[in-house]
């Protein structure tokens, strides 16, 4: 039996790829205010990680789709926030940048490890900052008649 892409964890990953913005935005301005609704933005975000896996194992609807779309929307996520921050001048430039690249190595690594062990159900460590790309965003086939990427 075909799994579906379409359920709640992936549901929630899709709201971490739409909370990036707003955190990219607050990221790039100053203040106290804009620090506070980041960190709000950034604890959504971090929820959202914690639970669509935790979601997706015991509802039985992991899958290697879902899994690169939580990747790529953390990698996403945290590079948009890097970025904004390089952009305002809290970070350098280069932390983006060996964070993208940290990101897309890590993910080759998985998946090297996946075509060895193709049963590995390895968990990530650091929530959010410890994941990978991969979702529609660096995959452009178009979705399904159902609006769900397939």
């Known amino acids: 039996m075909r799994k579906t892409v379409c359920t709640m964890a992936n549901a929630l990953t899709a709201a971490r790829v739409l909370l990036a913005l707003p955190f990219a935005f607050l990221m790039t301005g100053g203040g106290a205010r804009h620090a506070t609704l980041a960190a709000l933005v950034l ?13 997706a194992r015991r509802r039985d609807t992991v899958t290697a789709a879902g899994r690169a779309f939580d990747h790529a929307a953390d990698c996403f ?6 970025v904004a921050g390089a952009v ?8 983006p ?7 897309t190595g890590a993910r080759s690594a ?3 490890s996946d075509a060895i062990t193709a049963s590995s159900t390895s968990r990530r460590s ?4 410890s ?7 660096s995959n452009p086939r178009s979705p399904s008649s ?5």
């Not at 940048?97 to 990101?103: D, Y």
């Open 43 to 55: 604890a959504a975000a971090i929820a959202t990680d914690v639970l669509d896996g935790a979601l």
């Open 77 to 82: 996520f945290v590079t948009s926030g890097l």
């Open 88 to 95: 305002r001048g809290a970070f350098p430039w280069i932390l």
């Open 97 to 103: 940048i060996l964070v993208a690249a940290a990101f």
């Open 110 to 112: 998985r998946a090297r």
């Open 126 to 129: 650091a929530a959010i900052f």
């Open 131 to 137: 994941s990978v790309p991969g979702s529609p965003v």
């Open 146 to 150: 159902s609006g769900c990427w397939s």
